[in-house]
């Protein structure tokens, strides 16, 4: 056998180390350790569940997915792994978020006070509206949350802002998706599209919504439905200001659709998906009723 090339001799490393030349070799031809290639597999699921959430899981999310798969491991070794690999979330700038508050249209009182804790499906549902740049110019995504489940029940993209393209279609959306079966504060910003009589004309001709609207510039009264717009913004898969409207219709659609209300998990459901707690909720009032 012939010697592997070093700084120094075998023979003359042994004495030193007190290391015999048969231990030597030995420890050169063994494999890589037991706990080595656990990592190694781990690291090829932390890979998997990374690219499907579009390169934006941190380990918290990673460690809850590889738990519901079945996996027993720590939080700190998730990290580790991802950290000696250089995995991490990758997360967009912000872009710009408001509507137009500026008019002399009746507005609302604020029910929620900035509470957000629904216990029961069609309690209470959070909406708003955010501009996104494309290669047509701004575009506008408006969304209804429940948040009870946090599921996004009725949502519209458009071109224009006014309430026929933004908010009458959410709404028409989400009333069809989860009909009305008891009292439910629908909660919004003042923007121009919740207060007009177009829209307060649908709201009024069911007498179980009662209208609840943020106070003036307080964004955190909305906070729900800002935070989701925050996901969307970090989370999107690709760069919106490079795509026409229609392509990013699209994605749009997989991102709320697909990924958001089926497979996402959400720290706030304690790490389900929105569709998942949507059926624990519906048992939980099945047995109740």
């Known amino acids: 056998?012939?010697?592997?090339?070093?700084l120094y001799p075998i023979v003359k490393m042994s004495e030193v180390f007190d290391v015999s030349r048969s231990g030597y070799y030995s420890w050169m031809g063994r494999?890589?350790?037991?706990?080595?290639?656990?990592?190694?597999?781990?690291?090829?699921?932390?890979?998997?569940?990374?690219?499907?959430?579009?390169?934006?899981?941190?380990?918290?999310?990673?460690?809850?997915?590889?738990?519901?798969?079945?996996?027993?491991?720590?939080?700190?070794?998730?990290?580790?792994?991802?950290?000696k690999e250089g995995i991490q979330s990758q997360i967009r700038p912000k872009w710009v978020a408001t509507t137009d508050s500026k008019h002399s249209l009746p507005v609302a009182p604020n029910l929620l006070d900035q509470d957000f804790s629904a216990g029961?499906?069609?309690?209470?549902?959070?909406?708003?509206?955010?501009y996104i740049p494309s290669n047509q110019g701004w575009l506008y995504l408006t969304t209804i949350m429940d948040l009870a489940d946090r599921q996004i029940l009725g949502w519209s993209f458009s071109e224009g802002m006014s309430a026929g393209e933004t908010i009458i279609p959410a709404w028409k959306e989400a009333i069809q998706r989860r009909p009305l079966q008891e009292e439910l504060t629908f909660h919004s910003d003042r923007g121009i599209q919740y207060a007009c009589q177009e829209f307060s004309r649908l709201l009024d001709a069911r007498p179980l919504v009662c209208q609840s609207m943020s106070r003036k510039g307080n964004c955190w009264d909305n906070a729900p439905a800002e935070s989701?717009?925050?996901?969307?913004?970090?989370?999107?898969?690709?760069?919106?200001?490079?795509?026409?409207?229609?392509k990013l219709r699209g994605v749009i659609f997989q991102f709320i659709e697909i990924w958001y209300n089926r497979q996402r998990l959400h720290s706030t459901l304690d790490y389900r998906t929105p569709a998942e707690m949507q059926d624990y909720l519906t048992q939980q009032q099945e047995l109740a009723a």
């Not at 056998?1 to 070093?6: D, R």
């Not at 190694?40 to 899981?57: A, D, F, N, V």
């Not at 989701?228 to 229609?246: G, M, Q, R």
Request: no cysteine; charged share 30%.
């Open 31 to 83: 494999g890589p350790s037991d706990r080595a290639k656990e990592n190694q597999r781990l690291l090829e699921l932390i890979k998997k569940i990374w690219l499907k959430s579009g390169k934006t899981y941190g380990s918290p999310r990673i460690h809850q997915q590889l738990l519901r798969g079945g996996e027993q491991l720590s939080r700190r070794r998730v990290a580790r792994l991802m950290r």
């Open 120 to 130: 029961q499906l069609g309690q209470v549902w959070v909406s708003d509206i955010t």
């Open 1 to 6: 056998m012939a010697e592997h090339k070093h």
């Open 228 to 246: 989701f717009f925050k996901t969307v913004k970090a989370e999107l898969p690709i760069e919106p200001k490079n795509y026409s409207y229609d």
